[in-house]
């Protein structure tokens, strides 16, 4: 292989970082490109949103991180779009006006991710903030504990009411681990802070429109996480569809009946939609993206046509090279083993075909409360709870942060209490 090749990676999460790290022997120049300076942990972004962990301890600067490999150079940018034929990449222009550079490459991963979905009502974003991003886990926090400080000083009850609701909607693991946190700051973290107001009055509904919380799970699983957030003050609302929300309302629909529910605080956790980078590399080769925004690539991870372009991670959908496409869940490991296969075929100069393994799903609830489904074996209680602990810590970025992350659980579970409760913006 060419020593001069270079890879330009876009995306510095899950997909894209391990695209990179895979490429720390191989004889080529890699550029990573990603719109901000550090990498998020995604799956611990509610434990920053409900004050069991500081930003810092699950976002590492990409910098940082790739420090020791010389053959990578990192570009904070973000990118406007690609020219396929001339293997370009065009970055925005930047806030003087200027043109944004264009870089060239030889060979290009595209790891975008993705973003929440409000389902064609993008204004309710702005009542119900979303957890995929740090900015939008702070804001949460921010409004989750001032809730509590508003209900400490009003004097309408109706009103009162209305700052301890929360509302919650999509039960997948991000919504039920958010709820069941929100419910345990609720009814233990707070309970003896407060004056005027009984926190442990609060209710948290999670909404969900199917039929039980955890689709991805067995059914037996669902049962026992919906027992669990129901013993710590949460309360599953399945076959429940919202239809609107204002800024401190949410309408529901149950079995044709609609109601309202004042609420304050409502975060959204439903379904995702793709970077919009998968409609450029679409409209690059005149293909069409799916309902999800989604392109589609061949069963190697190479867009059609461009076996010089890999996509991988929530923006795609892979081809299984019969007409039909691979069943991936849109969750961490799968852009994880997606990024360290590219990695192994620009390597060998190869082209092989992605084959996802499944080492099972995972979700907490709360104190000593989680669900494990791991290869058919299912676990609950206090046992999928270490399990989960392990597995998050094993996957977080630095051992720094793993070191600061479990001390900062092994205090939490000693004190029952939250060390970044602080409130800001």
């Not at 899950?14 to 022997?25: D, K, P, S, T, Y």
């Not at 962990?53 to 590492?60: D, G, N, R, Y």
Request: glycine letters at 10%; hydrophobic letters at 45%.
């Amino acid at each position: 292989m060419d020593q001069q090749q270079h890879v330009v990676v876009v995306g510095g999460g899950f997909g894209g970082l391990q695209a990179v790290r895979g490429l720390r022997r191989a004889p080529v120049r890699v550029t990573l490109v990603d719109r901000q300076n550090f990498h998020l942990f995604q799956p611990l972004a509610y434990q920053v949103a409900t004050g069991a962990l500081s930003a810092v301890e699950i976002a590492t600067p990409l910098r940082q991180i790739l420090r020791r490999q010389r053959n990578v150079r990192v570009v904070m940018a973000e990118v406007a779009g690609f020219d396929l034929e001339q293997r370009q990449v065009r970055l925005a222009d930047l806030p003087s006006g200027e043109p944004g550079a264009r870089l060239d490459y030889d060979l290009l991963v595209v790891a975008g991710g993705s973003a929440y979905s409000y389902f064609g009502h993008d204004d309710w974003a702005q009542y119900a903030p979303e957890l995929k991003s740090l900015e939008g886990a702070l804001h949460l926090r921010s409004r989750i504990f001032s809730a509590f400080e508003a209900a400490e000083v009003e004097r309408d009850e109706r009103r009162r009411q209305a700052w301890l609701t929360f509302v919650v909607v999509g039960a997948g693991p991000t919504g039920v681990e958010m709820a069941g946190q929100i419910a345990e700051i609720a009814q233990d973290t707070l309970r003896r802070d407060f004056r005027s107001v009984d926190t442990r009055a609060a209710r948290v509904l999670l909404v969900e429109a199917a039929d039980r919380v955890l689709t991805a799970f067995p059914p037996s699983l669902s049962r026992k996480a919906a027992k669990s957030l129901e013993g710590i003050g949460a309360t599953p609302m399945v076959d429940t569809t919202v239809v609107d929300i204002g800024s401190d309302w949410v309408e529901v629909q149950r079995n044709g009946d609609r109601e309202r529910i004042e609420a304050q605080t409502i975060v959204w956790a439903a379904g995702v939609s793709a970077s919009p980078l998968a409609g450029e590399l679409a409209r690059s080769i005149g293909a069409e993206v799916d309902r999800a925004g989604r392109v589609h690539v061949e069963p190697d991870l190479t867009l059609s046509g461009h076996p010089e372009v890999f996509a991988l991670g929530d923006m795609v959908i892979v081809g299984d090279g019969k007409g039909g496409v691979q069943p991936l869940p849109g969750v961490a490991p799968v852009a994880m083993q997606e990024g360290r296969h590219v990695a192994r075929s620009i390597a060998a100069g190869t082209r092989m075909p992605f084959r996802y393994h499944d080492k099972g799903n995972l979700a907490t609830i709360g104190r000593s409360h989680a669900v494990a489904d791991i290869k058919g074996l299912h676990l609950s209680g206090f046992v999928a709870w270490v399990t989960w602990l392990g597995v998050h810590l094993a996957y977080l970025i630095g051992f720094q942060n793993r070191l600061l992350v479990l001390l900062r659980w092994m205090i939490s579970y000693v004190t029952r209490g939250r060390g970044a409760r602080v409130i800001h913006g």
